[in-house]
């Protein structure tokens, strides 16, 4: 299927159309940025790490029973997926406490969060993604009661599947968001799963393998990235 008109450019995916209506090409570009897009740097091998590693993760799922977006991997930096109606919610998981929880409750980076917490922040840049909850979502019409607990639901069990993948390769899973849409009348995990939209720490150091690189200015942020990815098992080349 042939891309064609540029319908969206995100931070760092531009979603194009197709010939079928149903589907969508999403380019992962080696843009990388931070604080809502204040911030935003050109990353070397990232569009391509990002697509690698989110196919992986988006197949993993689907065997655990998640329905998933992901269609086929186009090229590099294409992926080709279902055209989702999207909801502007995102659902975070914690395991561990980090980034915004620390800061709002003065917890202490890295505390064990059991069972772990969901959360949901409403996607709009200019307002920071501010953090709602179900009753807003409702009200102002962003989804259904029915919709909101199948996210939650859906969440859960992408925690449960990607801990245990994780822990296999010595790292810790401490937090992940995920956004969904619906796919004639299903609610369907789309974006991405990449270590842009999640946290992920070395077991044993406890060392950042995540977009906290970036965003604390750490270093070898896609260094870090494709160690992830080749101690889990992503295929890189
Ligand atoms: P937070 O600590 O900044 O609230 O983020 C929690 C997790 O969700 C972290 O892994 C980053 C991810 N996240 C995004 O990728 N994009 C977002 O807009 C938000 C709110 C969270």
New binding site residues.
Partial sequence: MQKQKLLYKGKAKSVFETEDSDFLVLEFRDDTSAFNGERVEQLARKGQVNNRFNAFIMQKLAEAGVETHFEKQLSDNEVLVKRLDMIPV?C?VRNFA????VRRLGLEEGQELSPPTYEL?FKDDALG?PMVNESLSITLGWATQEQLAEMQRLTYVVNDVLAKLFDAGDLMLI???LEFGVYHGRIVLGDEFSP????IWDKATKKKLDKDRFRQSLGDVIEAYEEVAQRIGVPLD
């Fill in positions: 995102e975070v980090a980034g915004s929880l922040f993604d937090d992940f968001k842009d939209g999640c946290r």
